[in-house]
């Protein structure tokens, strides 16, 4: 399983980008990448799956260079209720594993 | 939305008792999870199940946990004998057809031992 790595924290302001970049150096060729969010004292919930390039859904953007050894998650216009711990996670199968993750603050 | 849903919400129990988590996963999915997050820390992978059986397991996963799907429908983890350290959120999750694909969370069962 790749090993992934990611900010521990990040801050910002309502209405902010918000950029959460994730390095994955050994991800294989048959790897996805997955990012989720999760609120205090709820389950994960599934943001956006990408291979390469770029994806977007309503809720973010998920930009993979060429090379697909890292990420980037993309959280436009962001408000308070996206305060969250956001997790970047690589390959998956039948034991998914999570990361630290990335928990970011939104500040009014 | 289908959900997946997880009873009970909160356990409270003496260390020692047997308890068991229940699940139920998204109809027509196929794979089934149990994370534990103990308060403050990283969402932990205990097992996946496949086909009536465990597919993966972590070290966490030792002899006292077990998990099985009796009626074709609900998902349970039993803790034979619980410690002080078990206290934790335990996430059941379900996945469709694809290995590959979304991972769809349940609230959680928040397991507290005295």
């Known amino acids: 399983l790749a090993k992934t790595t990611q900010p521990i924290s990040m801050d910002s302001y309502e209405g902010q980008e918000v950029n959460i970049t994730c390095s994955h150096n050994?991800?294989?060729?048959?790897?996805?990448i997955t990012w989720y969010q999760q609120f205090p004292s709820q389950g994960p919930r599934f943001i956006i799956q990408?291979?390469?390039t770029k994806v977007t859904n309503e809720v973010a953007s998920l930009f993979i260079p060429a090379d697909r050894k890292s990420s980037t998650l993309s959280l436009p216009r962001v408000s308070l209720s996206d305060t969250a711990v956001y997790y970047c996670?690589?390959?998956?199968?039948?034991?998914?594993?999570f990361g630290a993750g990335t928990r970011l603050f939104v500040k009014a | 939305e289908p959900e997946v849903t997880q009873t009970p919400s909160h356990q409270v129990t003496q260390m020692g008792q047997e308890v068991i988590l229940r699940c139920v996963p998204i109809?027509?999915?196929?794979?089934f999870y149990w994370y534990r997050q103990i308060l403050g820390q990283k969402v932990e992978f205990l097992v996946s199940?496949?086909?009536?059986?465990?597919?993966?397991k972590s070290e966490i996963f030792d002899d006292q946990f077990s998990v099985e799907r009796p009626d074709g429908s609900n998902f349970t983890l039993k803790i034979r004998s619980t410690k002080l350290e078990d206290s934790a959120m335990y996430f059941c999750?379900?996945?469709?057809?694809?290995?590959?694909?979304?991972?769809?969370f349940g609230e959680g069962s928040r397991l507290t031992v005295l």
């Open positions: 996670l690589v390959g998956g199968g039948f034991k998914t594993i």
């Open positions: 050994n991800i294989a060729t048959n790897d996805y």
């Open positions: 990408g291979y390469k």
């Open positions: 109809s027509n999915h196929l794979y």
């Open positions: 199940f496949y086909n009536n059986e465990i597919s993966e």
């Open positions: 999750a379900t996945q469709g057809v694809n290995l590959s694909g979304e991972l769809f």
